[in-house]
């Protein structure tokens, strides 16, 4: 897990991943065992990890992030890796195929780059008026190149004026946040990123401090005052990632099972922040939101 592990929502996700497992037949000190690696997104602290996790050689490893994926690619091609988030894993290289993935690794994406898209329509459908978007991300996350690509061309469908902001860290954030304050009718995008989301309470502090409409890749933004949020149930997720190391440990092969693309997305929008916006939010968006925090 590239997270502290102060993160609580990451946390619950690994523990609904324990309870399913468990609910399977798998409990810790009976017929399981646990090796739990919680490194935050220092990539020298994440290779060392999935190097001694290798090391264990266990028969299947759970794992998660863009930057981590392709280490644990490099250090084995025999212990079954079951990924829980990401997306595009053909154009990443992950697997063979979506249906077939054919080596080590298999998973479950939590988003298909089309959501970037629906993304920004549902930003626009919050706060019309916002005809320039910033798309906040990190360059050193392999995946955000497809994002950018698939951001800059759904602003064109939309009318959008879109802007690249590259982050590093927190002066990037707020630097690219000022920029796009600067001129009228600014909105941000923030992507999916192990680095964004560690500054999830900066960010959405940020961008409040400069009163723009924004949406973003994870709840935590919005449960820390952030505008909207839409994407896949990332509980879920992990709950469906134990169903895959269930069946590997009764003996199928990842290669074997089919990479999953997300069902479902979730739409939570912040009412305080809407406020605080002047935003007047259709009744037909609240009655379509899965949560509306007031």
Do not use: C
């Amino acid at each position: 897990m590239p997270y502290p592990p102060t993160e609580v929502d990451v946390v619950q996700r690994v523990l609904a991943f324990r309870e399913e497992l468990q609910r399977r037949g798998w409990t810790p000190g009976t017929n399981a065992q646990f090796d739990e690696q919680w490194t935050g997104d220092d990539m020298g602290l994440i290779r060392s990890a999935a190097a001694n996790l290798v090391e264990l050689n266990p028969e299947v490893i759970l794992a998660t992030g863009g930057r981590v994926i392709p280490i644990l690619m490099e250090m084995t091609h025999t212990i079954p890796v079951i990924v829980a988030g990401g997306s595009e894993p053909v154009a990443r290289g992950y697997v063979e195929s979506l249906a077939r993935p054919g080596g080590n690794v298999t998973g479950f994406a939590n988003a298909e780059l089309s959501v970037i898209g629906k993304m920004l329509q549902t930003l626009k459908e919050i706060a019309p008026q916002v005809s320039r978007v910033v798309l906040m991300f990190n360059p050193d996350n392999p995946g955000t190149s497809l994002v950018a690509h698939e951001f800059e061309s759904a602003a064109g469908s939309l009318g959008v004026e879109s802007t690249v902001a590259r982050v590093h860290g927190l002066a990037d954030i707020e630097q690219a946040v000022a920029e796009a304050a600067a001129r009228p009718n600014g909105g941000i995008f923030v992507a999916s990123d192990l680095t964004l989301s560690k500054f999830a309470e900066q960010t959405a502090a940020a961008v409040a401090r400069h009163r723009l409409p924004a949406i973003y890749p994870e709840r935590r933004f919005v449960a820390k005052g952030g505008l909207a949020y839409y994407g896949s149930d990332r509980i879920e997720l992990y709950r469906n990632a134990a169903v895959y190391a269930d069946r590997i440990l009764r003996g199928e092969k990842p290669g074997d099972l089919p990479y999953q693309q997300p069902t479902k997305y979730d739409l939570v929008i912040n009412l305080k922040t809407a406020k605080v916006l002047g935003l007047t939010l259709p009744p037909a968006l609240l009655a379509r939101a899965d949560e509306v925090i007031e």
